[in-house]
């Protein structure tokens, strides 16, 4: 027999169970409770998550004396939920249930909302947070500029939540325990499997571009660490001999095509509405042109392989550099040496900056780096071999992260069904 259902007086919830009731987050939850912390001492380790330490649906645990941490921070205890406020965290599902926390309490990013159950299951309530109707209506109240958008503290306490009664609150956090962690255990299984492929088209990368296609070439001692042996008959020349960095001083902006680098596309037009950070579109004078045939690199990623080759032109971020090939040479098989985990490494020992993920390494320290050099007519035959195979690699990649999208968005679509009443959780 079917479930009756009524109208939940909510556009974006619809029906509901005949026997749910709805209610509003702040009566059934304490918005930025208060911790106690005047027993805390300062050599007391606590819990500690800043924002990248917040993922989808839980944390990563750190612990550090109460002493130690940074000033302002939002303080949490077990069992309360933290959920990002501003963008793109919110989109990307940063909530989690806190645990296991020294001394029973934890700190975060200023940018987080804290609330703790009081009048409803704390895992149906964490649940409720990620379905995707009240994440869509939540992110449609964003209020803000750029990348400084953020969910109000109103919203959330305002906003609508469905309560089946307390046994059915449990059956259905249960159920979604449980169907959650199989789908997180396959995204999981094929993140790693991702991970090899990409390890494997770096190697293929490396060795191709270091040894050649040969496998019975005659090799010597390049003299160089990371590049080992190489077949005799290419030589060990400095980048600067091959490429050249475009001199932008001065340079008077030519274009208002704006180029983007991309981890998957490359160099690419960056579609723009506005303004660029604090820039009108009509001043990007600290901007660089970059040309087709053009090597594009990050200076601040370059030693994670952010580099690309640009079909465009444009302009790019002063963050970026932009390398012309020297005539007669092969600005994809130059491009690909910057691909190879050896240049990599290599160029992390010149870097300089605080977090890793801000370590920059000068357009000068690149092109004096020594690489493997191959006749001009062997570069073709190494592109041609790479491009193929990168592109096979790439394809299998692709399909794999459709399959953790296509996984998300069921997870999602399980979530909301659930806790809205669409689908009936049984015992």
């Not at 009731?21 to 800043?50: L, M």
């Not at 004078?285 to 580099?307: E, Q, R």
Request: charged share 25%; glycine share 6%.
């Amino acid at each position: 027999m079917a479930r009756q259902m009524k109208d939940s007086g909510v556009e974006w919830i619809g029906e509901i169970p005949e026997d749910w009731k709805i209610s509003k987050i702040k009566y059934v939850a304490d918005f930025s409770p208060k911790c106690i912390t005047a027993s805390i001492a300062q050599e007391d380790f606590v819990g500690y998550a800043p924002m990248e330490c917040i993922k989808q649906g839980y944390f990563i645990p750190m612990n550090l004396p109460y002493g130690a941490l940074p000033k302002s921070l939002t303080p949490f205890t077990d069992n309360d939920i933290v959920i990002a406020k501003v963008t793109p965290c919110f989109e990307n599902g940063n909530i989690a249930i806190m645990h296991s926390l020294p001394n029973n309490i934890g700190f975060g990013s200023s940018e987080l909302f804290v609330l703790r159950s009081k009048d409803v299951s704390v895992k149906f309530l964490f649940y409720w947070l990620q379905n995707s109707a009240f994440v869509d209506r939540a992110i449609s109240t964003m209020t803000g500029t750029g990348g400084l958008k953020r969910v109000s503290s109103s919203f959330i306490q305002n906003s609508p939540i469905l309560l089946p009664d307390s046994d059915g609150q449990h059956r259905i956090a249960d159920y979604l325990d449980a169907k959650c962690a199989e789908i997180d255990k396959v995204v999981e299984k094929t993140r790693e499997t991702i991970e090899e492929y990409r390890k494997l088209k770096q190697s293929i990368i490396t060795e191709t571009v270091t040894k050649g296609l040969n496998p019975d070439a005659e090799m010597k001692d390049s003299g160089i660490p990371w590049i080992g042996k190489i077949p005799v008959e290419w030589s060990i020349e400095r980048l600067q001999r091959h490429l050249r960095e475009i001199n932008h001083s001065n340079n008077p902006v030519q274009t208002k095509q704006i180029l983007s680098l991309t981890n998957k596309l490359g160099v690419i037009p960056y579609e723009t509405k506005g303004n660029i950070g604090n820039k009108s579109k009509e001043d990007y004078s600290d901007y660089k042109l970059a040309y087709p045939d053009t090597i594009v690199v990050n200076s601040m990623n370059v030693i994670i392989g952010s580099v690309g080759i640009s079909n465009y032109f444009g302009c790019v971020s002063p963050v970026y550099y932009v390398f012309a090939p020297e005539t007669g040479n092969n600005v994809r098989f130059l491009n690909y040496i910057f691909q190879t985990t050896g240049f990599q490494k290599e160029l992390r020992c010149y870097a300089n900056g605080i977090l890793e993920i801000r370590l920059r390494v000068s357009s000068d320290k690149i092109l004096k780096r020594d690489v493997a050099i191959p006749s001009v007519e062997e570069q073709k035959l190494i592109v041609s071999f790479l491009d193929a195979k990168c592109a096979e690699l790439d394809s299998i990649i692709e399909k794999k992260e459709r399959l953790i999208e296509e996984l998300g968005s069921y997870k999602k679509s399980l979530i909301y069904e659930c806790v809205t009443g669409k689908k009936e959780v049984q015992t």
